[in-house]
């Protein structure tokens, strides 16, 4: 009984309108667990998806509700069946990450509930489903457009992949981009496993050192992939660092590497640039300037207001689905997304025919220890 008080304790609902929680009465979940250790990232999207709902959202029976779930992987499947249990909701946003997101979808699945990630790019975690749906680009698709850039930067070099095994984004991206490269170059990478910082130890830099890469990928979290970084770069000096989207918008990463004083040169996959011309994203960025943001979710500016604008997107998708109802159930609104077609701050999200997995572009960003900047726009 504790823990189940414990976890209902932390929920926030966020409303607009004058209506009061009890009128409210059609629930959009927001999952963002604590556990991820992506405290940042998590405010960011919860701040879009709210901007998003806020300016999209007509219907006043609908309303998100936020759950906070701290209490570890291992229990997020109970927490989650026991909130849609309690708030039968109408949909859920949630899961940052694929291993969060791979037990939503699994739950909502099952109980024939909407479920949209912004932000996990695992192609497992709709694969095979109806009511999962993703805000962003698969691992398939940016291991694809990582693969062509790294061996034109190469010319066709050899390589290093560190992959956390404790991590499924990190298995399932490492698996996508060797094929990839494989296909492009016909080289077969050296695959290093690794569960995390310390298990980089002098012997596996040694190893990594001996292979002489012309570049090393780190498909690892920000924190992770700068504090691996640092650990490495001063040690093998004459390498390209390339990461996937989970190097996050670069802000994070860029400031452990500067502190560090590590000097490397990286390559990182982005989901959305400030500089994107379309009318969504001008529209978007009109908005946050007369948004109040929190200190640490304030906008920059940079590439790492890409949670921020993934998160408006998530929310949009909902919302613009939600104004097409006269009645919004769960099965309802699935029809909905099912046939959605809308433009975004990053691109056109088009769900119809069975597809889950928006055909959008990504965006390569430069970084290195003084600063980052927008590389190159595909299929943009």
Known sequence: MLIKSLFFVFLTLVLSGNLSANERNKKILMIFPQFENLTVTEK????????????????????????????GIDQLSKDVSRAIDRHSPVAI???????VASVIAEIAERRKIPFLTPFATNPNITLGRKYTFR???????QARVLATEIAKMTDNGSGVILTNNRSIYS??????????????????LKVVLISGVSSVTSEVIASIGAAKPNFILIPSYQVEAASIIAKIAPMIKSTMYFGPDSWGGGRLF????????T???GYYVQHWSDEAENTENKKFLELLKGVALPNDVMADGTAMNAPIAIGYDSGLIVA???????????????????KLKVSGTSGEYNFNKGVRTPAKGLYIYSINHESEKLYKQVGI
């Open 44 to 71: 960011r999207v919860k701040a879009g998806i709210e901007l998003a709902f806020k300016t999209y959202n007509n219907n006043q029976q609908v309303g998100l509700l936020s759950v906070d779930v701290r209490q």
């Open 93 to 99: 946003i949630g899961g940052i990450s694929s291993n």
């Open 254 to 261: 860029h400031k452990l590497l500067k502190e560090s004083g």
């Open 320 to 338: 613009k689905a939600i104004s097409k109802l006269n009645s919004v159930t769960a099965s309802s609104l699935y029809r909905e997304l099912s």
């Open 135 to 141: 805000a962003c680009f698969d691992d398939r698709y």
């Open 171 to 188: 298995l399932g991206f490492a698996k996508e981009f060797e094929i990839e490269y494989r296909k492009k170059t016909g080289k077969k």
């Open 263 to 265: 000097k490397f040169q």
